[in-house]
């Protein structure tokens, strides 16, 4: 869920650019198949985490209109937490030398 | 979209087919097209195996049928069944416990062991029935409350569609009677599996599926009833699927038969006639 959180803080997407972002987000060490990306995208909008859009033709692919996913307010308050969690987890391995060689947090 | 792109797609429409109404109506045809994007890019970038990704799909998207599926069986619906198979086997004892007191006080000079494997059938017998009808019954009062709309939402489709139960417990009931004639003809590799390698010694494992086996008419009961309880709880009327109520009905008969049979033959033994057997 984080990943697909991740994935739509640039904008909306439909199912298939989804996982292109996730993918790319990961450098290619997160893919999912349509069967995991639908099951939990059907919770994160039961949720609330995330809203689905009218259909619409994607420019860049064919001329098959696609239901868009966006994150909501909610979505948003939940990256932000997960974000920060990381990130005093970080801070943590940082204070305590934990860090390898090269690896820098503002 | 070449040939064979088309008979895949074909094909994962059929498998999407499976997710319950509710997701398949909400997202499958989403789903379809994320499908055929990926087959297009996989099938443009030469060197990425289109087989590999059609076999990774099919096992991802099945895994996801499964897991919709498991996540519609509510803990309501666990309480239900937990509920059902509680009061059929507390009626069922409750029938049977006159006839264990009647074969303890009437035989107690007779100085022999207490038959406990034919009071249990004697137990099962109610107690599938209680597992058949109990839900409808249940189902009907809830559904006399509620405004007939013939349906209901967020259900599992493969035990509550019609032709998907009535298909999975007419397999279940020929696979019985397969079971029932091979055994009839003794064939060999049946006999083996069931009494072991020494047919006069007794062999667990083969007791076991016996067991199994027994339990496969009840199992296709149970699997019949559900769209006449998936109908009824939605308001809908009791013979709107009549081959399956026939078909629950006559299963029930048939262990009401068996009891009613068991327990004529085996009335002797209860009133205390010696040598009953």
Redesign the interface.
Known sequence: MFHILLALSGGER???AI?KQVEADSQGKVSM???????S??RMLDAGLVDESDKRIDPE?DD?R??YYRITGLGAQALAAELERYRRIVALAQQRKLLPRGFYVA | MSPEHRAVSRLYGRLLGLYPRAFRERFGESMQQTFDDLYNEHQRQAGRAVLGFVLRAFIETALGVAQEHLLLVSAGGVIRAVQTLGISALISFLLVLPLMLMQLINRRGLNEEFPLVLFIGFWLAPFAIGLMLLPIARAWRRGTHRRPNGRTAHTSTLLTNPVSSAAISLGLLLFTLMQVWLSAVGWAPLARLLNGPNPEVAYLPGQLITFGFGLLPLAAGVVASRPIVHTLRAGGSLVAHPFHLILVLGLASLLAVGFGLLLVDQWPCFVGVPNCD
């Open positions: 439909h199912g298939y996982m198949g349509p069967g995991t990306l639908y099951g995208l059907k692919m098959q696609r239901i």
